[in-house]
C-alpha cells in the first residue's frame, strides 16, 4: 500500500524537530570562567505540532446517468512552534555546586539542589565521624582489669 501524503509531511516536520532539539538545547555546554568555576546553562523547552489535510473526490453525473469520480491532489500541511526559555545556571566549583535560578518563580529545581547539597554534606559529616570513632576506639584486650 501506497504511503499518503499525510505521512510525509509529519515525517518531514517530526525530523526537523529532532533537528533542533538535543539535549545541548536543554543543558548547555559548560563555560569555565577564569577563577575555576564552571557554569552550566539550563534550558526549558516547549514545542507545538500541528498537521493536517484534505481529500475530495470530484464527481460527476455522466449523460448516461452513471457515476463518475475523479480524484483531486491533496491538499494538507503541517506547523511546529518551539519556545526555549532560560531557567537557570549550574555553578560548579569550590567543592561546592549551586543553581543561580534566573526566575524566582522556578523553586522546586532550586530545591532539589539545595536538598541534594545538603544530603551530600550530611553523608559526608557522618563518614568523617566514623572515621574519627573507628580511630579512636581501644582494643579492650590490652587493657587489665585491676580487680
Known amino acids: 500500500m ?4 499525510i505521512e510525509g509531511l509529519m ?3 517530526m525530523n526537523s524537530l529532532k533537528e533542533m532539539v538535543d539535549v545541548n538545547t536543554i543543558i548547555g555546554d559548560p563555560v ?3 577563577d575555576g568555576l564552571v557554569i552550566i546553562p539550563v534550558s526549558k523547552i516547549s ?11 470530484k464527481i460527476k453525473n455522466t449523460k448516461e446517468g452513471e457515476i463518475d469520480e475523479e480524484k483531486l491532489p491533496f491538499g494538507g500541511g503541517s506547523g511546529a512552534g518551539v519556545s526555549v526559555q532560560p ?16 526566575d524566582e ?13 545538603k544530603l551530600a554534606d ?7 565521624k566514623e572515621k574519627k570513632y573507628s ?13
Open 2 to 5: 501506497a504511503e499518503h501524503p
Open 11 to 13: 515525517k518531514t516536520t
Open 32 to 34: 569555565q570562567s577564569p
Open 47 to 57: 514545542f507545538g505540532f500541528a498537521s493536517g489535510g484534505s481529500e475530495f473526490n
Open 87 to 102: 531557567v537557570g545556571f549550574i555553578v560548579a566549583g569550590n567543592n561546592q555546586i549551586k543553581l543561580l535560578t534566573v
Open 105 to 117: 518563580g522556578n523553586t522546586a529545581l532550586s530545591s532539589l539542589f539545595d536538598f541534594m547539597t
Open 122 to 128: 550530611s553523608i559526608q559529616q557522618s563518614m568523617s
Open 135 to 147: 580511630d579512636s576506639t581501644v582494643n579492650l584486650d590490652n587493657v587489665h582489669n585491676p580487680t
